[in-house]
């Protein structure tokens, strides 16, 4: 059974850093494609950014990129998602997914089960 388990969310001024890790356990992590998304509230779930597998491809939101770093450790079976000049509208829960299909049809085959991200003003 596939797993993920996400860590590095927390309180951070605008302006500021963090970056998220993503630990897949029970499969093996370096057949999958890895996505983070986030939910900020009262709203839906939105793409943030993914890698492919090699992690040779990358992609990103309007909304992030060139704030936000996607890169993947697959000896360690981590993702991560570096995220600097964080932004109050950043505010969101932040999850990981894995997807063992096409990168350009990412639905996340498993998710995560969040971790949160608040930047004050």
């Known amino acids: 059974q596939v797993q993920l388990v996400e860590s590095g969310g927390g309180l951070v001024q605008a302006g500021g850093s963090l970056r998220l890790s993503c630990v897949l356990s029970?499969?093996?992590?370096?057949?999958?494609?890895m996505g983070w998304f986030r939910q900020s509230t009262g709203k839906e779930r939105e793409f943030v950014s993914v890698i492919n597998w090699s992690g040779g491809a990358k992609y990103y939101s309007d909304s992030v990129r060139g704030r936000f770093t996607i890169s993947r450790d697959n000896a360690k079976n981590t993702v991560y998602l570096q995220m600097n000049s964080l932004k109050p509208e950043d505010t969101a829960v932040y999850y990981c997914a894995a997807d063992g299909g096409s990168i350009d049809a990412f639905r996340g085959d498993y998710w995560g089960q969040g971790t949160q991200v608040t930047v004050s003003s």
């Open positions: 029970g499969g093996t992590f370096s057949v999958y494609n």
